[in-house]
């Protein structure tokens, strides 16, 4: 299937730090909404780019 190369979106995200005495417990969730059509060879199909993803992760201080 041929799609487009580019596609323009919409990004949207929010993150929680959460600190638990030198470690920090980070939680961000992210939505990308893309608007462009990405077939371009069959009129009848639309494929759009989306994604859902959640990363968690954890820091902690060395130095201090």
């Known amino acids: 299937m041929r799609?487009?190369?580019?596609?323009?979106g919409i990004v949207?995200?929010?993150d929680v730090d959460i600190t638990l005495g030198s470690?920090?417990?980070t939680v961000e969730a992210r939505y990308t909404h893309?608007?462009?059509?990405?077939t371009s060879l069959f009129p009848f199909i639309t494929l759009h780019?989306?994604?859902l993803s959640?990363?968690?992760?954890?820091r902690f201080r060395v130095f201090s």
């Open 34 to 38: 893309g608007s462009a059509d990405l």
């Open 12 to 14: 949207l995200a929010g």
């Open 3 to 8: 799609t487009n190369r580019f596609d323009f």
């Open 54 to 58: 959640l990363l968690v992760g954890t």
């Open 49 to 51: 780019n989306r994604v």
């Open 23 to 25: 470690w920090r417990l």
